[in-house]
């Protein structure tokens, strides 16, 4: 099955940036739609951005217009996700992950999650 493995996440002031990879295993990811979700202490997990199998279709969380970018290389097996202009709300746990169930923002319609990314924001 697929395995997915996220990396970049660290500790940052406001206002800096951050770059989130997520290496999936598999020649299959190609086919896949990869979301991108984060969860906060005490809060329920959330949507950030999703991005269909070609890169034709991508959608964003409002509080994150502007400043995340979603992005894939299927050449590489690779997902991505820039950070800028990043604020102490934005601190969670990051989680990729990969469906074939359509393009949605619905984190139940995902069979595939990696372990996840802590990315803290100082103010």
């Known amino acids: 099955q697929v395995q997915l493995v996220e990396s970049g996440g660290g500790l940052v002031q406001a206002g800096g940036s951050l770059r989130l990879s997520c290496a999936a295993s598999g020649r299959t990811f190609s086919t896949y739609t990869l979301g991108w979700f984060r969860q906060a202490p005490g809060k329920e997990r959330e949507f950030v951005a999703v991005?269909?199998?070609?890169?034709?279709?991508?959608y964003y969380q409002g509080s994150v217009k502007g400043r995340f970018t979603i992005s894939r290389d299927n050449a590489k097996n690779t997902g991505y996700l820039q950070m800028n202009s990043l604020k102490p709300e934005d601190t969670a746990v990051y989680y990729c992950?990969?469906?074939?169930?359509?393009?949605?923002?619905?984190?139940?319609?995902?069979?595939?999650w990696g372990r996840g990314t802590q990315v803290t924001v100082s103010s």
């Open positions: 992950a990969a469906g074939n169930k359509g393009f949605t923002t619905s984190r139940n319609e995902y069979d595939y």
């Open positions: 991005i269909n199998w070609s890169g034709s279709r991508i």
